[in-house]
């Protein structure tokens, strides 16, 4: 190797955004919800592993309790988990002090405002609040508040200084990151830079263009170049095969991330992607298209929506499609607020029944989405529509078709349907799993055990494809595929209930002529236009 060559970044680098040293999830990543993340979830889960390590020790022994609060400190001692506390603690202050605050604001809201105007109360708003929110009535004169998320993002409590990518070199198992966080370790390469640096798209663009490495670890301040050389290697990754001319090919990534392309033209679905050297046989980063014309999010739960993934692909795509959100209610974040904030700055909101033309003869639609959301009045959620050279694709990651007059209703806006993929998570977890520190009062066991984030099962899946003429359906999204089980929590069970729905599901549609199949690990097919 010469001294002056440039290098690629290997396809097997693992670049994991952290905030405090916690993975940096969507709900933690939002100024509101991650203040009362971090103070009634992250901080409670730390402390109670500094008093009872044993106890945690123990429970994460039994693998049926894997995605639970419990830390795995991965060989780290007890010192390193209390200086992780300690740093909580001080970078975290104002996210504390918010979280604090938002208490304050709704108790005053519940003893002060009883149907009058709110206006004498704007004086009484705790201060880290103090124009950053607006204080409303629903029209049951129930009385609310509504955040300014744009002045969110540029209050203390964003924390940009918190925010760290740490760099391995490979892939490596490792517990669930929404139960511990990610210690230093000696096969990792942290580098505290803010994520809207265009530092990290030097970086990334270098798996497909070589940089001067130690010019690059210089601009990132990054002290040990020996370690940072070794995440590069000197051969080009291997040449992208193109789709065949009039030819539309899907590919089946994993989890929810399906692969939509024509020749000259990609369309991206719920990106989370794994990584080259894991020991598994599936498409990596490293089979993405140079481009991208279109990244589709469906909905703002993590599995959907990776920071990991979308960070590394920033300078490749034109356009990232988000659902339009509400408006500030606290359990409802804006994706293009928040994305805007994270630098990228090609972000476009799609309301229900809009369309977006990618190119000629590619659109985008978003259909309505029901379910999944536990009842809560969460709108920030699409259910994407893919249309490209006459074929026809729906999305209905984890809906649950509860109402079928739903679907009549955009029979005529959906149209022929060549494949209905379908996510058959028809377990869940229970509300307060994900939703807990957002909610505002109690919540009894019955109600939380009842009102679940869970999709469609196989019956509700065969009568949505029927209902559309679907003449093809996919069962995915169920979490299944082990590369990811630190983000999903599961992985592949044959005798898991959504794998057994997946089986009726095949079975249900054989009964009315129509194929079916689960997808798992990795899949493609090619369809002719029309």
């Not at 124009?131 to 969110?152: C, K």
């Not at 809207?196 to 940089?211: G, I, K, T």
């Not at 014309?293 to 993590?302: L, M, Q």
Request: negative net charge; glycine residues 6%; contains cysteine.
């Amino acid at each position: 190797m010469s001294a002056n060559q440039k290098l690629y970044l290997r396809s097997s680098v693992v670049a994991q955004p952290l905030l405090h040293r916690w993975y940096a999830w969507p709900y933690l990543l939002a100024p509101h919800t991650g203040a009362l993340n971090l103070r009634d979830r992250l901080l409670p889960i730390v402390q109670s592993y500094l008093t009872a390590p044993q106890m945690h020790e123990s429970v994460l022994s039994d693998p049926h309790r894997y995605g639970g609060p419990f830390l795995n400190p991965e060989g780290a001692g007890l010192d390193a988990v209390q200086a992780l506390l300690d740093a909580m603690l001080a970078g975290g202050g104002a996210k504390l002090q918010l979280a604090d605050d938002i208490d304050r604001l709704r108790a005053l809201l519940k003893d002060q405002a009883t149907g009058g105007p709110m206006e004498p109360l704007y004086a009484q708003v705790p201060e880290s609040l103090r124009g950053r929110i607006e204080l409303v009535y629903d029209t049951a004169h129930r009385p609310s508040f509504r955040f300014f998320e744009p002045l969110m993002y540029r209050s203390p409590a964003f924390e940009r200084e918190g925010q760290t990518m740490s760099l391995s070199a490979a892939p490596t198992v490792q517990p669930f990151v929404y139960g511990s966080p990610v210690l230093p370790s000696p096969h990792r390469l942290d580098v505290a830079l803010p994520f809207d640096s265009p530092l990290w798209d030097e970086l990334f663009a270098a798996r497909l263009n070589p940089v001067d490495v130690p010019a690059l670890a210089e601009r990132l301040d990054v002290a040990d170049l020996a370690a940072f050389t070794a995440l590069f290697q000197e051969d080009a990754p291997a040449p992208y095969t193109e789709v065949a001319p009039d030819s539309v090919r899907v590919r089946y990534v994993n989890h929810a991330t399906v692969l939509i392309e024509t020749r000259g033209t990609a369309v991206l679905l719920d990106p989370l992607i794994g990584y080259t050297g894991d020991g598994h046989e599936h498409f990596t980063i490293a089979d993405l298209p140079p481009f991208i014309d279109a990244v589709v999010i469906s909905h703002f739960h993590s599995d959907h929506f990776s920071l990991e993934t979308l960070l590394q692909l920033r300078s490749r795509v034109g356009v990232i499609l988000v659902p339009r959100a509400s408006g500030g209610s606290l359990p409802d974040p804006s994706l293009k607020t928040m994305l805007s904030a994270l630098g990228f700055d090609r972000v476009e909101e799609l309301g229900e029944l809009e369309t977006r033309r990618i190119a000629d003869g590619v659109e985008v639609t978003a259909l309505p989405f029901i379910g999944e959301h536990a009842d809560l009045d969460i709108r920030t959620k699409i259910v994407p529509l893919v249309r490209a050279l006459g074929r026809s694709f729906m999305f209905a990651t984890d809906i649950t078709p509860v109402e079928p007059a739903l679907y009549d209703n955009v029979a005529d806006v959906v149209g022929r349907l060549d494949a209905l993929y379908v996510g058959l998570e028809c377990v869940g977890a229970p509300l307060k799993w994900l939703y807990g520190p957002l909610l505002d009062g109690p919540l009894s066991r019955e109600h939380n055990t009842a009102r679940r984030l869970k999709g469609s099962d196989a019956a509700m899946a065969d009568r949505l494809a029927a209902q559309l003429g679907a003449e093809h359906v996919y069962a995915y999204a169920m979490g299944l595929e082990p590369w990811l089980k630190h983000l999903t929590g599961s992985e592949y069970e044959a005798d898991a209930e959504p794998v057994q729905q997946a089986a009726l599901l095949t079975e249900l549609c054989a009964r009315r002529g129509v194929g079916a199949e689960l997808l798992y690990l990795r899949g493609e097919r090619t369809w002719s236009a029309l």
